[in-house]
């Protein structure tokens, strides 16, 4: 059995912990590609994969630690996340980094958001809401509120932890995954405004999940030693496929990799875990951060990056696709 | 006289006449031609009146007649072999027995590798291939019992089975592969079918027939050994035969029944080791243990008690075929109480060979998997005294597999004996022994009786029944396979994913107070263990801050309970235990030395003291102990890591200087080794004498010479070892003198782990001592010792090192002897080895103990007298 691989290469320079890791522009060549990562110190590096430097430092959310990135498919325009409360649209294109735009959010959780790109130009925004248990669903850019998705009275899910949203091809209507803080996974049909399933499939807050819409298949990670994998069905209901133990508790994210073949977790026991995503079958676990890792991210051709909170960002390339 | 008979009488003395006279191959050849007559099978053969009288009266004459005459000329008289062929026809178609008679008499007659003794023999392997002794025995089985000729029978059989034998020595290296017997027996084996089918044939149309003398001949060559050979043949055919045949059933019940008495233990073993299985031994045997006393004491008795040299299926034949038919099941109970109460026996258990013990062990699980429980329920009490009897005795035994073996058969035995009573659970490890018993103890599976209930009607598909069993087995475990093997279709290999561990908190103490204090008041566990693990690290970086607290840490580890399972929890505590023993050896021997006799330790803790003492006494002694650092401390913040480094650093150097220079000196590098004083020396004081005094001074809950002879095993293995390690000491001749007190004291102890203590104390004495010293100073105990081993002992262990030590000593190049001409002689062994200094692989084994002897003990360059 082989020995565990190392890193490809080891991104220094954020002088923070790491939270956020996003892939952008692959699509035109390993030169243009870039690593966006955020800090806890506010921060958002972007780094260039050839000549792995940062390129440029964005700074956006005063000192606040930046939870989420996410480019937007239609431009090179960038959504982050901070823990300031906004959240800024970030122009990109020709060398320029300017915010353009921001949304105040009136959650200081530890939710981050999810879109869904639904035209050429228009596109649906998931935050955390007022409400500690509320998700609002916001028409971007025109910030107009679609809607706020509130749990029903007796249901009491605690706060959302991860949201996902999707839109199915099989149905036009969009569809949010939330995971919430009594470690259940909801599905919201949200233009109904209501909650189409729901399993409670971890004793833990759900972390970090990820979703599989051609398998309709999705996992999730929460506090405790175990991951879950579930399945969507064609009733839209949500069903439990099995759980996978851990070694050590705590996963703070979980990422599939575009071409549906990998899964990798990101774990507070300072390891990422890599798992074949059909059969689940543990394939690495990748022991070189010496903190938490906080976030997993895949490239559009395949590779991983890992930030943690030793403030280092690893690159790695595991099976490469074909 | 009857005119026929009188006028063949005329013809054959006429021929015999002609052909011991006449020159004229023509007439020799019409001769022989008329005579064939008699033999029938010519177009006008002779009355049967007459050829009955020729085959009776006159056949071996003319034979004899022909043998004589037998040599190149006479052969020659006629072209193209027409003779020869002639010649040889008479005995190859004549009646069998005194064909084969006639030739073996005369090859055992003929001198020396001539022409004659070869083409006799080659005829003989004719006969052979012809199939003729069949004939020879078809002959034999015929004959009504009262017309046979007892002695005629008895000399064809010693020649039909002595066969390869004879011929051997007639023909010497001239010998041909058809004699042999690897290629004999078989073949009689063979013959013998043949001979039992046309009994069978013969039963089946009414006549009567005898199968004694297959019986026999069978019997006499498995008295030879020959069993594999001829039963390899003959078990199979039969076993095909009876499936689904009465008549052949009979027959060979029979065949084995008339097997005289004193083959029949041969017959009986090679049949049990052969029949694959308990219905097919059922079958070729029947009832006969029922019917033949001797056959019972073979089976019941000289195959489970007399010996044990034979394979687990075959002990699963033996005892199947008593629990297949009902009317053999009571000695199936039998036989398993006598198991039991030899397994429950304590004398056994001492005495009789390990292997023997498993067999019976083995033998026990097998019955009771055929036995029903109200069989068992019926002699319960009696089996479950002897159960616990055995259990007791193995679990006291100094020997592990001993120990182990009772806790396997006491699991599984009480199972079944009480069933309704607590499940007994021991901790021990699955390994091939204990995984094999568990098999046997698991019930045969059910499908054995429709298999062979089934078989009659498809006679070929039908497999014995141990080859079903395993077949199913298998077919059982291929679906979990297929599993993984869907799996591994894919094309990612994972990695190595060994080192996903459990993470630690980083809360290891960094000083060696803070670990005695974590250790004793801590709840919080998971600084307890980190504190644990870090214990030797930090005693061997912080010498001078161990030695202030030396004896309380030692108290601390010593008393140490493992409250949580932390893995590896008792090498962790030993090495700690070392760690600090070797810091600060004067104290802390003393302490552990005096705990060891003190009262309310267990003795796991006892023997945790002496392993500890011994470890710690070969850190001491190991040269260069003082310029390495510490096995496994990691660098921490009290150690520069440069220190930690050199070492590695200097071996990459060298290695890589070594690679690059040629030498052009003879033999291997010399390599200096640097000298150090062996700091055993001043402190083996404390760690020996304490130890040996107090032996024979019994405590409340712990009494050496009564029953905690495996500490007293120990304590000799460990007192060996401590001599062992104080060679070149000052102190040795004074710690030799004890030792060998010790050894005198105990040297009748009936364990045979504490004796073979003894032998190793023994022999690290005389290793130590050096020689003119053992000479002057302890004359007295060395002789005593000798004495001792030199004496006909009663263990074939210390009988064998007693003769290795006392026959040798001048002459053997082992080590042993090597050392006790060495003390003899009084010459002081090689000074021109350096710096090898004793080590101990494995303290408390025999194997350890060669393995010290094996290494060259060389004095030290180090010692105490030539240290710098």
């Known amino acids: 059995m082989a020995a565990p691989p190392d890193p490809q290469f080891v991104l220094r320079g954020t002088q923070s912990a790491v939270h956020a890791l996003h892939f952008c522009g692959g699509a035109q060549g390993r030169e243009h590609q870039r690593l966006l990562s955020g800090s806890l110190s506010g921060l958002v590096h972007i780094w260039s994969l050839q000549t792995r430097r940062a390129i440029a430092t964005l700074d956006g959310h005063g000192g606040q630690c930046v939870i989420w990135l996410q480019t937007l498919p239609q431009g090179p325009q960038l959504l982050s996340q901070g823990r300031d409360l906004k959240l800024c649209l970030w122009d990109l294109a020709e060398g320029r980094n300017a915010v353009v735009d921001s949304v105040d959010l009136e959650s200081v959780g530890f939710c981050r958001g999810s879109i869904l790109a639904r035209g050429q130009q228009r596109w649906m925004l998931a935050v955390p809401g007022r409400g500690s248990d509320e998700i609002q669903i916001l028409e971007m850019p025109s910030k107009t509120s679609v809607c706020t998705l509130k749990p029903e009275a007796d249901a009491k899910p605690g706060m959302p932890m991860c949201l996902e949203l999707r839109q199915t091809d099989s149905s036009p209507r969009p569809r949010l995954l939330a995971g919430y803080e009594d470690g259940s996974v909801a599905l919201w049909d949200v233009s109904e405004r209501k909650v189409c399933s729901r399993i409670a499939c971890h004793t833990e807050p759900v972390m970090g999940l990820d979703f599989d819409s051609q398998k309709a298949r999705g996992v999730s990670g929460s506090a405790e030693k175990a991951l879950a994998v579930w399945s969507l069905d064609e009733q839209q209901a949500l069903q439990v496929r099995g759980t996978h133990q851990l070694t050590n508790p705590g996963i703070s994210d979980v990422k599939i990799r575009p071409d549906r073949k990998l899964l990798a977790t990101a774990g507070w026991d300072h390891r990422v875990r890599v798992f074949h995503w059909r059969t689940m079958k543990p394939l690495a676990v990748l022991a070189f951060h010496s903190a938490a890792v906080h976030c997993v991210a895949f490239a559009a051709d395949g590779l991983l990056a890992a930030g943690s909170k030793d403030r280092r960002i690893s690159v790695w390339s595991l099976y490469p696709p074909s | ?868």
């Open chain 2, 1 to 868: 006289m009857d005119p026929v008979l009188s006028s063949v009488r005329l013809t054959v003395r006429e021929a015999v006449h002609t052909l011991s006279s006449s020159e004229d191959g023509g007439c020799i050849f019409s001769t022989l031609e008329f005579l064939k007559r008699y033999l029938g099978e010519t177009e006008n053969p002779a009355l049967p009146a007459e050829q009955e009288e020729f085959a009776r009266l006159h056949f071996s004459a003319l034979l004899r007649c022909l043998v004589s005459k037998l040599s190149p000329d006479w052969l020659g008289l006629l072209p193209d072999g027409q003779l020869e062929e002639l010649w040889a026809s008479f005995f190859l178609e004549g009646p069998a027995d005194q064909a084969f008679l006639v030739l073996m008499e005369a090859l055992e007659d003929t001198p020396g590798p001539s022409f004659r003794l070869m083409k006799m023999a080659r005829l003989l392997a004719r006969f052979l291939k012809a199939g003729r002794m069949a004939a020879v025995m078809e002959g034999q089985c015929r004959q009504q019992a009262e017309l046979a000729f007892p002695l005629l029978q008895e000399a064809l059989l010693v020649r039909v089975v002595g066969l390869p034998d004879r011929l051997a020595n007639c023909l010497q290296h001239e010998n041909l592969a058809e004699f042999f017997p690897q290629r004999y027996y078989p073949l009689l084996g063979e013959e013998a079918v043949r001979v039992l089918q046309a009994v069978v044939d013969s039963l089946r149309g009414g006549l009567d027939c005898s199968v004694s003398f297959v019986s026999q001949v069978v019997g006499k060559a498995c008295v030879y050994g020959r069993q594999k050979e001829i039963l390899g043949v003959l078990v199979p055919r039969l076993t095909a035969l009876t499936r689904g045949s009465c008549l052949w059933q009979r027959v060979c019940w029979r065949l084995v029944e008339c097997v005289p008495d004193r083959a029949m233990e041969a017959v009986l073993t090679g049949l049990v080791e052969t029949a694959p299985g308990p219905h097919t031994l059922s079958r070729l045997l029947g009832n006969l243990v029922l019917k033949s006393k001797k056959a019972r004491f073979v089976m019941t008795q000289k195959l489970l008690f007399l010996q044990y040299r034979h394979s687990t299926p075959a002990l699963q034949s033996l005892l199947g075929y008593l629990a297949v038919d009902s009317q053999r099941r009571p000695l199936l109970v039998q036989a398993l109480k006598e198991l039991m109460e030899t397994w429950g026996s304590s004398s056994a258990i001492r005495h009789a060979p390990l292997d023997q013990q498993r067999y019976v062990s083995r033998a026990v699980l097998i019955c009771l998997a055929h036995l029903a429980d109200a069989e068992l329920q019926d002699s319960r009490d009696e089996l479950l005294a002897s159960l616990m009897a055995g259990v007791k005795c193995r679990l006291d035994s100094s020997l592990p597999a001993v120990r182990r073996l009772g806790m396997i058969v006491a699991e599984v035995a009480s199972a079944r004996i009480h069933p309704e009573g607590p499940p007994l659970k021991f901790q021990y490890e699955e390994d091939e022994l204990s995984c094999e018993l568990l098999a046997l103890a698991a019930p045969q599976p059910a499908a054995d009786s429709p298999s062979e209930a089934g078989s009659p009607v498809t006679p070929d598909a039908a497999e014995t029944p141990d080859k079903q069993t395993e077949e199913g087995g298998v077919l059982q475990v291929r679906p979990q396979g297929s599993d993984s093997e869907l799996d591994s279709d894919d094309e990612f290999v994972p990695y190595d994913m060994s080192g996903d561990q459990e993470l630690k908190s980083g809360k290891a103490p960094m000083y060696v107070r803070d670990c005695v204090e974590a250790l004793t008041t801590s709840e919080d566990w998971e600084r307890w263990e980190a504190a644990l693990r870090a214990l030797e690290g930090l005693v061997f970086r912080n010498p001078a801050a161990t030695r202030e607290v030396s004896v309380e840490l030692a108290q601390v580890l010593l008393l140490l309970e493992e409250k949580t399972s932390v893995a590896g929890f008792e090498g962790l505590r030993q090495r700690a235990l070392v760690a600090v023993t070797a810091t600060a050896p004067a104290p802390v021997a003393e302490y552990l030395t005096s705990q060891f006799y003190a009262v309310n330790y267990s003795l796991r803790q006892r023997m945790d003291i002496l392993d500890v003492l011994a470890l710690a006494a070969q850190e001491l002694s190991r040269p260069g102990r003082l310029g390495s650092t510490s096995p496994c401390g990691s660098p921490g913040p009290t150690c520069p890591p440069s220190c930690a480094r050199a070492p590695t650093w200097r071996a990459v150097v060298d290695e890589r200087i070594r690679r690059k220079t040629r030498r052009f000196s003879q033999g291997p590098p010399r390599k200096g080794l640097a000298g150090s004083p062996n700091e055993f020396n001043a402190v083996a004081g404390y760690f020996f004498f304490p130890l040996i005094q107090g032996f024979d001074r019994p405590l409340v809950t712990f009494d050496l010479l009564g029953d905690d002879q495996l500490v007293l095993g120990r304590l000799a293995h460990t007192l060996g070892a401590l001599m062992y390690l104080a060679v070149n000491t000052t102190v040795a001749v004074s710690m030799g003198k004890a030792l060998l007190e010790f050894v005198w004291a105990l040297r009748f102890h009936g364990d045979a782990y504490v004796r073979r203590g003894l032998l190793s104390a023994v022999s690290s004495v005389l290793l130590s001592v050096p020689a003119e010293r053992l000479l002057e100073d302890l004359p007295d105990e060395l002789l005593e010792a000798r004495a001792w081993l030199a004496a006909p002992g009663t263990i074939a262990t210390r009988r064998r090192k007693a003769r290795k030590l006392s026959t040798g000593r001048r002459s053997q190049a082992d080590v042993w002897t090597r050392w006790c001409s060495h003390a003899w002689d009084g010459r002081p062994p090689g000074p021109e080895r350096a710096g090898r200094r004793p080590r101990l692989c494995c303290l408390h084994s025999p194997e350890g103990l060669r393995a010290q002897l094996e290494v060259p003990p060389g004095p030290l360059g180090t010692a105490p007298t030539t240290a710098p």
